[in-house]
């Protein structure tokens, strides 16, 4: 059974920063795609960030500011966010395709989640 557990996150400052970790088990992910996303209250989760045998892709609201990476020998994924931002307050999740392609769905696998709060 695959799982993803994320970690990391809790209350930062506005201008600060936090890396969020989420580790698998289950199956070994190499370079298949992997990905974060979030979601804040009152709102619809949202694409972060993602890496994957194509390189990473990130959304226009954290490029710049955020960094994907991921350790292939841990079978990790991190992502280190800096320049925090009260509207970067949400739950993270971090997400695993389970068959080909490269664009994560509902259908694939899922953490439970982080969340990270920024104070301004």
């Known amino acids: 059974q695959v799982r993803l557990v994320e970690s990391g996150g809790g209350l930062v400052q506005a201008g600060g920063s936090l890396t969020l970790s989420c580790v698998a088990s289950?199956?070994?992910?190499?370079?298949?795609?992997m990905g974060w996303f979030r979601q804040a209250p009152g709102k619809e989760r949202e694409f972060v960030g993602s890496i994957s045998w194509f390189g990473t892709l990130y959304a226009d609201s954290v490029k710049g500011r955020f960094t994907i990476s991921r350790d292939h020998a841990k079978n990790m994924v991190f992502l280190q966010m800096s320049s925090l931002k009260p509207e970067d307050t949400a739950r993270y999740f971090c997400a695993a395709k389970s068959s080909g392609g490269i664009t994560i769905t509902d259908d694939d696998y899922w953490g439970q989640g982080t969340q990270v709060t920024v104070s301004s």
């Open positions: 289950g199956h070994t992910f190499g370079d298949e795609p």
